[in-house]
């Protein structure tokens, strides 16, 4: 699977090693671009998961605010419910689009 900004690939891991919470595919810390994202100070916290960690998307001269989004320290409840540890996994929104 790709997570895919214009013609640029931002994230790129097999669909088994990415994590689906909510309808979001979430890909590894290790299988994203980390030189294209710049940390925003945007907040929000989720009931079952914790405070996220929003990122800017930088790719041909364009910035896409608050277009990624990752948990690094879920409340660890929530691990259950997930299936798994989804520390730093990074999710996206719109302007990014997830293809195989």
Known sequence: MKAVVGD???AEASE??????????YFPPSSVK???????DT???????????????????????DNAWSYPTP?????DR?????????AFWKGVRVVE
Do not use: A, M, R
């Not at 088994?16 to 595919?25: A, C, H, T, V």
């Not at 409340?75 to 691990?79: D, E, L």
């Not at 997930?82 to 990074?90: A, C, F, L, P, Q």
């Open 8 to 10: 640029t690939v931002i």
């Open 16 to 25: 088994d090693d990415l994590i689906k919470i909510e309808g979001n595919w």
């Open 34 to 40: 980390t030189e294209l994202f710049t940390e925003t």
């Open 43 to 65: 907040q929000y916290h989720c009931p079952w998961k914790g405070d996220t960690q929003y990122y800017t998307v930088n790719v041909d001269g364009q910035s896409f605010k």
């Open 75 to 79: 409340i660890p409840s929530s691990f």
């Open 82 to 90: 997930v299936g798994k540890d989804y520390s730093g996994y990074v």
